[in-house]
């Protein structure tokens, strides 16, 4: 299977802990977006990289989350001193630059549990 | 601010009968719109798009109409099947980056 991946798919954490995801896109896409859902909501933008340069992040991330992306490739979203309010479905989507917002494509996501 | 609104949490139809979902967008500068379908412990897949210089998009048994002066859009399955339950949720773009997206329409067909 070729399309976008995350790992882990449940991640169950303790308030106050940090945790880590990772997103590893289609191959040859260069571009990858994180998006956040919670429940009832739809997804919100999170944050999008060109290669391995973050060229957009929202106001929604706070100073406890980052991103990275350090080879252009696969990229990681870390949430430091997790907060109840964190839980949530974190989704990773990929696309190609200069083919327009359809082809974003993505991932089945990580489903966040903070108790 | 919810610049693109779902109204409707969910819909019910018969097999076979049309679906309409509807979308509310406020933003002016959205130039693509865009609809995704979601099945549970699954991503959102894309579906149909329309670029804001046409009024209807058609794929097989799915027509994406866009009213700009109403900022109106809708997404119509015709004739509905029972696969087709999911959860919808509609999506615009401003220079074709960042989506952003409706809070989604619930849809059941019954068979």
């Known amino acids: 299977d070729t399309g976008v991946s995350q790992d882990p798919r449940h991640k169950i954490t303790k308030r106050g802990q940090n945790v880590t995801f990772r997103c590893d896109p289609i191959?040859?896409?260069?571009?990858l977006y994180w998006y956040r859902q919670t429940l009832g909501q739809g997804p919100e933008f999170l944050t999008y990289?060109?290669?391995?340069?973050?060229?957009?992040k929202s106001r929604l991330l706070s100073d406890r989350f980052s991103a990275e992306r350090p080879k252009g490739s696969f990229s990681t979203l870390e949430i430091q001193r997790t907060e109840q309010g964190d839980s949530a479905m974190y989704l990773c989507?990929?696309?190609?630059?200069?083919?327009?917002?359809?082809?974003?494509?993505f991932g089945p996501g990580t489903r966040l549990t903070v108790l | 601010d919810q610049q693109v609104k779902q109204n409707s949490p969910s819909l019910s139809v018969q097999e076979g009968r049309i679906s309409i979902l509807n979308c509310d967008y406020t933003n002016s500068m959205f130039d693509y719109f865009l609809w995704y379908k979601k099945y549970p412990a699954e991503g959102p897949t894309f579906l149909i798009s329309?670029?804001?210089?046409?009024d209807k998009n058609e794929d097989g048994r799915f027509t994406v109409f866009l009213n700009k002066s109403a900022k109106h859009l809708s997404l119509h399955i015709v004739p509905s099947q029972p696969g087709d339950s999911a959860v919808y949720f509609c999506a615009a773009s401003a220079g074709g980056n960042k989506l952003v997206f409706g809070a989604g329409t619930i849809l059941r067909v019954k068979s």
């Open positions: 990289f060109q290669n391995e340069a973050q060229l957009e």
């Open positions: 329309i670029s804001s210089i046409k």
């Open positions: 989507a990929s696309s190609l630059e200069g083919t327009g917002p359809d082809t974003q494509y």
């Open positions: 191959s040859e896409h260069n571009r």
